[in-house]
């Protein structure tokens, strides 16, 4: 009689697995490329710094013409507050540059002479003792911070990526005190400049009655 038992089908193959041999030369060829970024990264880093530097440096002798142009003693106060502060951002980073092992160096920053130089136009453009010039200057001053923000937010994460935690925790504070800049000089505006500024306005517009 014939064998009628069928034969079992061959099992489909399964994806093609990997030698260890290959797995582990997959893994020094990772980390071998990691070994050659890290030190392209750490000098993108450090040239960040520099520029960062530079900026703040720039604010150390920007913020008392500032302080000197607005009108309203709370703007005042928040420029002379955020004076000192900035000057403490400077020995910060001298600090990590001392960490870093290199030498405290600026790198002139493009975006903050732009960013400084509408500031000086705005003064220029304004009428001196109005609250309409507090306004553009606080407009101004936000910007900036908004630079700093974004700049050591990122410093910050790059920071932590090379695993320097020591100097990621410098960055973010810093970076913590120019977000609290930032809430001060929204908190002015809103709660009195931005609303004078108005009421500046319309007694500009309020036609004199001329006599009978």
Not at 9 to 34: E, H, M, N, Q, T
Not at 130 to 152: F, G
């Amino acid at each position: 009689m014939a064998n009628t038992t069928k034969r079992a089908a061959p099992k489909a193959a399964a994806g093609k697995s990997v030698s260890p041999k290959a797995k582990k030369s997959a893994g020094r060829k990772s980390s071998g490329a990691r070994a050659e970024a890290e030190p392209l990264l750490k000098e993108f880093f450090v040239d960040e710094i520099k520029d960062i530097y530079w900026a703040e440096k720039k604010l150390v002798t920007t913020l008392p013409k500032m302080r000197k142009a607005a009108t309203t003693p709370e703007l005042q106060d928040a420029f002379t507050e955020h004076l000192e502060v900035t000057k403490e951002h400077v020995n910060r980073l001298e600090q990590v540059f001392e960490m870093l092992g290199e030498k405290a160096q600026a790198k002139k920053c493009e975006a903050m002479e732009g960013l400084v130089k509408e500031g000086e136009g705005i003064i220029e453009d304004t009428e001196d003792g109005s609250t309409t010039r507090d306004v553009a200057l606080i407009m101004a001053a936000q910007k900036v911070e908004h630079y700093e923000i974004a700049t050591y937010g990122g410093l910050t994460q790059l920071a932590k990526t090379l695993g320097l935690d020591d100097v990621a925790e410098i960055l973010f504070s810093t970076l913590e005190e120019e977000k609290q800049a930032d809430e001060t000089l929204t908190g002015i505006a809103e709660n009195s400049v931005n609303y004078e500024a108005a009421l500046e306005g319309e007694e500009e517009e309020e036609p004199v009655e001329e006599e009978a």
